[in-house]
């Protein structure tokens, strides 16, 4: 039913058999607005959205997919919905840079009779019949991360958190994650928070930083992109044993992990899957052709596991393991739960 797939995978294993649509008459025209693309996990979400565009333009549901960067500013974004609109754009995919500073923005196109997707990050938080909202329980995601390193670490000691980009919904669902799980371990005490912007040279600079500074360290959670760095900064600062570190599903963890971690070595790795935004292609074409989708998507987030590792061996260092689903189990594993 899924098939758990590197970025080297093309996305013609999921468009199977291509079905008459509405579309098929021209296509549709799709613009994807991202928040933010400096990071391996947005650049995979990009990489697999132009593979699946590409072959839905084949098929004749897309004739025109256009992507424009934000950069992190939400003016940018605001900016680039609105020339959407302008353009008449059939449908908007939106990885916001903000819950709410996009609203405005968003509402436009939904009372112009524009579907807008978001994806991601988010949700934000409005509604409308025209906004569709595809998101991960980021929330969950970290909590299970954090229990498994603090059950590692015996249920005590000093925990590292990394955390991503300040001010970010996505940040802060994060961190609630690791609050949650810290309720159940008194006994767990956070002697550093480092925010990374999810990128692997931050992390190491900041740690190399920070680790000096600190008598033990016995765990260490990261929402994702540093995980790898992470392992270098406690090498470089002379650790005899590696903490348990929480995985982010980085062929650079998952390559270290599987080929120079000492033997036994226990953790387990989690991440978003950056399939998400093929997935939202699919389901715009779904929206645009008048089938029916729920309007809140929650999107499972992947695991690898000790027991799970070497199906995931062999990828890049930047590569992000990820899961693709066939058309079919996107209508109904995600569009209508």
């Known amino acids: 039913m899924k098939k758990v797939l590197t970025t080297s995978v093309c996305a013609a294993m999921v468009v199977t058999a291509l079905a008459a649509s509405a579309s098929a008459e021209g ?10 693309n400096g990071n391996s996990y947005r650049q995979t979400e990009e990489a697999q959205m132009e593979i699946a565009a590409k072959e839905l333009q084949d098929g004749g549901f897309i004739s025109e997919y256009t992507v424009v960067e934000a950069n992190q500013d939400a003016a940018t974004q605001i900016s680039q ?5 302008t353009q008449g754009y059939d449908l908007i995919i939106v990885d916001p840079a903000s819950s709410s500073t996009l609203n405005n ?21 409005m509604s409308d019949d025209n906004l569709y909202q595809m998101f991960f329980d980021n929330v ?11 059950e590692q670490m015996g249920g005590k000691g000093n925990l590292i958190e990394l955390r991503g980009t300040a001010g970010t919904t996505t940040d802060d669902q ?21 925010y990374t912007d999810w990128t692997a040279s931050k992390a190491q600079t900041e740690l190399n930083s920070v680790l000096p500074t600190l008598d033990t360290v016995d765990g260490l959670v990261t929402q994702g992109g540093d995980a790898y760095a992470a392992v270098q900064a406690f090498l470089s600062a002379g650790y005899d044993t590696v903490p348990v570190i929480a995985g982010d599903n980085r062929g650079s963890f998952l ?5 120079e971690a000492p033997e036994g070595y226990k953790t387990l790795s989690a991440a978003s899957n950056p399939w998400i935004g093929a997935m ?10 008048g089938k029916e989708v729920v309007n809140d998507m929650v999107v499972p987030f992947g695991n690898v596991t000790a027991e799970t590792l070497a199906d995931y061996t062999g990828l890049g260092d930047d590569e992000v393991a990820f899961t693709a689903y066939e058309w079919d189990d996107i209508r109904t594993e995600i569009e209508q739960q």
């Open 255 to 259: 390559n270290w992990w599987a080929n």
């Open 105 to 125: 923005a968003i509402q436009e196109a939904c009372d112009a009779g524009i579907p807008v997707i978001t994806v991601n990050d988010g949700p934000v938080d």
């Open 140 to 150: 969950a995601m970290t909590k299970a991360l954090t229990e498994y390193v603090c």
């Open 280 to 289: 939202s292609l699919y389901v715009a074409v779904d929206l645009l052709d």
């Open 27 to 36: 296509g549709y025209k799709i613009g994807f607005t991202n928040s933010y």
């Open 81 to 85: 919905i609105e020339d959407f609109i």
């Open 174 to 194: 994060f961190h609630q994650g690791v609050l949650d799980a810290l309720e159940q371990y008194p006994d767990v005490t956070i002697v550093s928070e480092i």
